[in-house]
């Protein structure tokens, strides 16, 4: 039977308590409940007066209604407030009553710029959260995922200007460039000299005229924008373990060692590291398997040009340093250039006849070319291990812990693409944002319901 409501209660007077509008499940009463927010004082009493000055908004108000925004996927801290003014849940998870006014949306910039800018306290509240679920046992740094994903950047993708820049260095190009002088005087030549290997390290970018600090980011034809590369490192149960946030044009490669060195410090070394194909580079695997780690790595299919011989139909002879061909003959070493490549070439009167030449080389000179670098030895150990039923395993995980920690990321939590500039305000949106997620996990899975009267 159809019914009608007649009776129209808004301005009905009752007597009732804001904790029973909360939902006895709902998620700020499970965060609640897992970490007490007053360690955040003694982060910032060096930054707050204690004998000068109005009285400041309380410090936790300020980093809770950070969280509320992240834990939420709320747009901005403009919308954030206007969340808070109508919703009880929030107001309960502040402190505030039905009648306390809501700091302004710009209150929370304002101390960014004026105490929180130049200093780690988002770092440090990241990993206080990832100390709480590891003191419960719910962290766990065996095996590592590694993986790393483009934020749209708050900048015109039309409006820039190109620029010469220098190319910053690797981590690993020290180390490279001893191991390429060593192997050059095995070989009787001579070392290379640093100022060859700074020559032509320049290269041309495009560089925002919004906001100069992010990077060109191209992956198709279609997804061309300027953006940032937020890295993250997650454990087995999806815990983010470890963030740095850089231009989007920085390689995914290059962040890998920087990122473990992290996870070594704060978390402790890690057995096995898991990544996708574009990890998967002599130095990774160098840089892996020197620290007793074990290197989880993709199969990646040849390179070589459809219709030609593939280099693994040359086999290296590791005691006489030289490569055989199908056909028998021998390519002799020739030089390692400063890339760490040992070139290896063929002799052109014996190529000239040779009945595979039209599939082995396109040189018009008849000579075949490989090159295999110094460190190539690690990239097979780690491709032996490919193999092994225990990388599988590990290798599976992946799309259950760091795809599935960026998936969430965007989906949930606003992560697509950002509204801030420049790296520190963009490493204070990722630290805020794994945070959040690491502290969702950790409140839902410590939570003991209520029981029932």
């Given amino acids: 039977m159809l019914s009608k409501n007649t009776q129209i209660n808004r301005d009905q007077i009752e007597m009732i308590a804001l904790d029973q ?10 965060i609640e409940a897992a970490v007490d927010f007053s360690f955040i004082y003694s982060l910032v009493e060096d930054l707050y007066s204690t004998k000068r000055g109005r009285s400041s908004i309380d410090p936790v108000v300020l980093i809770k209604m950070a969280f509320i925004q992240y834990t939420f996927g709320i747009r901005s801290m403009r919308q954030t407030i206007k969340e808070i003014e109508t919703n009880m849940a929030y107001r309960w998870f502040l402190g505030f009553g039905f009648y306390d006014k809501v700091p302004h949306f710009s209150t929370f ?15 440090q509240i990241f990993y206080r959260i990832l100390k709480e679920a590891a003191d419960k046992k719910l962290v766990s740094s065996e095996h590592v995922f590694i993986d790393s994903t483009h934020v749209k950047a708050s900048a015109n993708k039309r409006k ?41 390290e320049n290269k041309e970018i495009k560089e925002s005229t919004t906001d100069s600090e992010s990077g060109y980011y191209v992956k198709d034809e279609r ?10 490192a997650a454990d ?3 815990f983010v373990l470890g963030t740095i946030v850089t231009p989007g044009n920085v390689h995914d490669s290059t962040m ?14 890690p057995n096995a590291v898991a990544a996708d194909a574009g990890y998967k580079t002599p130095a990774i695997a160098q840089y892996l398997i020197e620290n007793e780690i074990r290197p989880a790595l993709p199969y990646t299919r040849p390179r070589t040009k459809e219709g030609y011989l593939k280099k693994h139909d040359y086999v290296y002879d590791e005691h006489f340093d030289c490569y055989i061909c199908p056909e028998g003959q021998v390519l002799d070493y020739r030089t390692t250039t400063k890339e760490g490549y040992r070139q290896y070439i063929s ?32 990239l097979e150990e780690a491709e032996h291990l490919r193999h092994t039923e225990e990388n599988k395993i590990i290798y599976a995980r992946r799309k259950e812990t760091i795809e599935r920690v960026f998936a969430d990321a965007k989906e949930k939590h606003g992560m697509r693409w950002t509204t801030l500039r420049g790296l520190k305000k963009l490493s204070m949106q990722a630290m805020l944002t794994f945070a959040a997620m690491n502290l969702k996990k950790l409140a839902t899975w410590t939570w003991k319901s209520p029981e029932m009267a």
């Fill in 347 to 378: 002799n052109p009167v014996i190529c000239k006849d040779c009945p595979l030449l039209a599939q082995c080389t396109q040189s018009q000179n008849h000579q075949k070319l490989i090159q295999r670098h110094i460190w190539e030895p690690y």
């Fill in 236 to 238: 087995r149960n999806g």
């Fill in 109 to 123: 910039g304002k101390n960014y710029e004026r105490r929180f800018k130049d200093t780690d306290l988002f770092e």
């Fill in 223 to 232: 997804t061309k924008q300027f953006a940032y590369s937020f890295h993250a």
């Fill in 160 to 200: 820039f200007e190109k620029k010469v820049v220098r190319k910053e260095s690797k981590a690993y190009e020290a180390r490279l460039q001893a191991e390429i002088n060593s192997d050059r005087e095995e070989h009787g030549k001579k070392p290379i000299p640093p100022d060859k290997y700074e020559k032509e």
């Fill in 21 to 30: 509008l909360v939902p006895a499940d709902h998620l700020v009463r499970k």
């Fill in 256 to 269: 890998l060692e920087p990122l473990v060195e992290k996870v070594i410090e704060k978390c402790g070394k």
